[in-house]
C-alpha cells in the first residue's frame, strides 16, 4: 500500500509581462511517496524551479491544490503556513549566494530555529546545532567560521544542516550540486541519500542533469515548457524514454565507455513561447515526428504503462497499437539546445 506524502494537483504559475501572462507552470499533477525522491528534469526555463517553489509558497500558486498530508498547503492561511514550514524546506542551488555571509556556520544553522520557538534558549540550541553539524559531516571547528572561509562541498553541507534544523518530513533539493565541483557533487549526493535512509525524508530532487538524478531518484518527472511530458519510475524512463524529447536528453548524457559512441538528438527549431501559449503540443516546432494532430490540439498526460505517463500523440493509444519509434540518423556534432530564453523572475528572499 502506498503512503502519499504530497499530492499536486493541477497546479498551475503564471507571471504577467508586459506580452501577456507567462505560463511558468501550466496544469502540473504528481504524488510523491513518503519517504521517495521524485526527480524533476528539464532545461532551463522549463518551470521545474517554479514549481518546487510553488509547492512551498515561496510563490504563490496560480491555481491547483497542493494536499501534503491531506492539508491543502495552497489554502493556509499565513500562521497556518508558518506552522506547516517546519516540515517543508528547500536546499538552494548556490550555498555561497543563499548563505548570510555576515552570519557564522552555528548563527545560520540556528537561525530557523529561533525563529519557529525551537529550543529552550540558545545553550539548547547549540546542542542541536552540534547535533545537526555531526549528521551533516561538518566538524565541530567549523562552528564559528563564515561562509567565504569554507569551501563549496563544506558550504552546502551548512545549507543542507540549516534545511534539517527543524527536522523536515519533505525537503525540495534545486539543482543541491550543480555549483559544486564534481569530485564533491559525489560526496554531497552521497550525504542526502544517507540522510533520507536516516531521518525518513521525501525529496523533490529538482535537476538539469539527468544523469545525476538517475541513481537518485525512484521517480522522475521530465519537464517541457511550464508541462509534465513523461513520468515514470527511474528505471523504466532510462531503459524505455518514449517522449521524443526524453529520448533527446537521455542521448545527450556522456557514456564513460570509449568503444561506445552516443548517438545524440538534435532539436532544431524554435522554442516555443511560453507566453499565452496556443493549445497545440509545446514541442511541435522542435520534434522530428510531429504530424498534423499535434498542431491541432494538446497531448493530454496519459498513463500508457503502469506507472508510465507520456504526453505525445505517438503514445495515446494502448501499448500494442502504440506506433515504434525509432531513432533517425544522428547528425554529426549533434547538439541538444540546453538554453530557453525567458523573462527573468525575481527568486523571493529564502523563508526560514
Ligand atoms: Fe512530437 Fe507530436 Fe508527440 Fe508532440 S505530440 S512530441 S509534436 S509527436
Do not use: W
Not at 547535533?131 to 543542507?160: K, S
Not at 533520507?196 to 538517475?214: E, P
Not at 538528438?265 to 504530424?291: D, H, M, Q, V
Amino acid at each position: 500500500m502506498t503512503d502519499t506524502l504530497l499530492e499536486v494537483r493541477n497546479l498551475k504559475k503564471y507571471f504577467k509581462t508586459r506580452r501577456g501572462m507567462l505560463h511558468a507552470v501550466d496544469d502540473v499533477s504528481f504524488n510523491i511517496d513518503r519517504g521517495k525522491t521524485l526527480g524533476v528534469v528539464g532545461e532551463s526555463g522549463c518551470g521545474k524551479s517554479t514549481t518546487g517553489r510553488a509547492i512551498l509558497r515561496l510563490l504563490e500558486p496560480t491555481a491547483g491544490s497542493i494536499l501534503f498530508e491531506g492539508k491543502d498547503l495552497a489554502r493556509l492561511n499565513p500562521r497556518e503556513l508558518r506552522e506547516a514550514r517546519k516540515d517543508l524546506q528547500i536546499i538552494f542551488q548556490d550555498p555561497f549566494a543563499s548563505l548570510n555571509p555576515r552570519k557564522t556556520v552555528s548563527q545560520t544553522i540556528m537561525e530557523p530555529m529561533i525563529i519557529h520557538g525551537i529550543g529552550e534558549d540558545n545553550n539548547a540550541r547549540m546542542e542541536r546545532v552540534l547535533e545537526i553539524m555531526g549528521i551533516v559531516g561538518l566538524a565541530e571547528r567549523f562552528v564559528n567560521t563564515y561562509p567565504h572561509e569554507l569551501d563549496g562541498g563544506r558550504r552546502q553541507r551548512i545549507g543542507i544542516a540549516r534545511a534539517l534544523a527543524l527536522g523536515p518530513k519533505f525537503v525540495v533539493c534545486d539543482e543541491p550540486v550543480s555549483a559544486l565541483d564534481v569530485s564533491i557533487q559525489a560526496q554531497i549526493l552521497n550525504l542526502m541519500k544517507e540522510l533520507q535512509t536516516r531521518l525518513g525524508l521525501t525529496y523533490m530532487f529538482i535537476t538539469h542533469d539527468l544523469s545525476v538524478v538517475n541513481h537518485f531518484s525512484d521517480d522522475i518527472a521530465v519537464m517541457y515548457l511550464g508541462k509534465i511530458i513523461e513520468m515514470a519510475p527511474s528505471d523504466q524512463l532510462f531503459a524505455t524514454p518514449m517522449h521524443p524529447y526524453t529520448q533527446a536528453l537521455l542521448s545527450a548524457i556522456p557514456v564513460p565507455d570509449i568503444h561506445h559512441k552516443n548517438e545524440r538528438i538534435i532539436l532544431r527549431g524554435e522554442i516555443t513561447s511560453p507566453i499565452e501559449p496556443k493549445p497545440i503540443c509545446r514541442f511541435a516546432n522542435r520534434c522530428n515526428y510531429a504530424f498534423d494532430r499535434c498542431l491541432a490540439s494538446e497531448p493530454p498526460l496519459i498513463e500508457v504503462r503502469p506507472r508510465h505517463f507520456v504526453a505525445c500523440f505517438l503514445h495515446d493509444q494502448p501499448m500494442s497499437e502504440t506506433v515504434n519509434v525509432t531513432l533517425e540518423e544522428p547528425l554529426p556534432d549533434a547538439v541538444v539546445e540546453t538554453e530557453l530564453v525567458v523573462e527573468q523572475l525575481t527568486d523571493p528572499a529564502p523563508e526560514a
